[in-house]
Each structure stands twice: as C-alpha cells, then as structure tokens.
C-alpha cells in the first residue's frame, strides 16, 4: 500500500512558475515496487490528462504535447519523492494537479502513459489567472 500527498500548488498570474511535489509512503515492500512515477491533471468539465511520466530506474521521461517545453518532472533525492517544475503558466493550465505510482514500466509505449499506475494522491489546485 502506497499512499501520495502533492503539495506546492496554488495561484499565480499567467507567465509564472511553480514546483509541485509528491511524497510517496507506505510499507517497504510497496515503496521498492514503484517503477514509474508521474503527474495528471483535470479541469471541470474535461478529461483527466497524463502531463509527464519518469522511470525511477533509468530516469527516462516523457511529456504530454501540451506541457512539453513548460514542465520537467524529476526525482528528488529520496527515490520516494517527486516534482513537477512548471513555467510559462497559462490560464489553460488551471485545475487540480495529481501525482501517481505505478509497479510496471512500458519500454515500447513512450508517451505519459509509459507508466502502469495504480496509486493516486488526492491532488493540489492550481489556479493561473490573466
């Protein structure tokens, strides 16, 4: 059993940054399971959508179209952390922000979706206005 808490969310004017992290913990055996860590997010009204995935063995990543170029995912020190640097915020960007684990890694799917998640954080907002 793993459980995520985000942090680092809140509200910026448009152009702006923010660093969102995840902490991931549990049972050792869990923990030592995670393969693939990434980020989603999901606005009123619309689809959840997988923003960045890395692979905490080799460090490979993988960016959604929309974010490429803004956000970097990374791991921190501690293999169970991990952060989402975000620049050039739009309004667009707007909604809740939501880290998630996975135990199996894709090595033929390269896209967000690289990452067979099975635990979620409860999210943090972030709201960009113009």
């Known amino acids: 059993q793993v459980q995520l808490v985000e942090s680092g969310g809140g509200s910026v004017q448009a152009g702006g940054s923010l660093e969102l992290s995840c902490a991931a913990s549990?049972?050792?055996?869990?923990?030592?399971?995670?393969?693939?860590m990434g980020w989603f997010r999901q606005a009123p009204g619309k689809e959840r959508e997988g923003l960045a995935t890395i692979y905490t063995g080799g460090g490979s990543t993988y960016y959604a179209d929309s974010v490429k170029g803004r956000f970097t995912i990374f791991q921190g020190n501690a293999k169970n952390t991990v952060y989402l640097q975000m620049n050039s915020l739009a309004p667009e960007d707007t909604a809740m922000y939501y880290c998630?684990?996975?135990?199996?890694?894709?090595?033929?799917?390269?896209?967000?979706?690289?990452?067979?998640?099975?635990?979620w954080g409860h999210g943090t907002q972030v709201t960009v206005s113009s």
């Open positions: 549990g049972n050792t055996y869990s923990i030592n399971k995670i393969a693939c």
């Open positions: 998630a684990t996975g135990d199996v890694w894709s090595l033929v799917i390269r896209s967000p979706n690289a990452c067979d998640y099975t635990y």
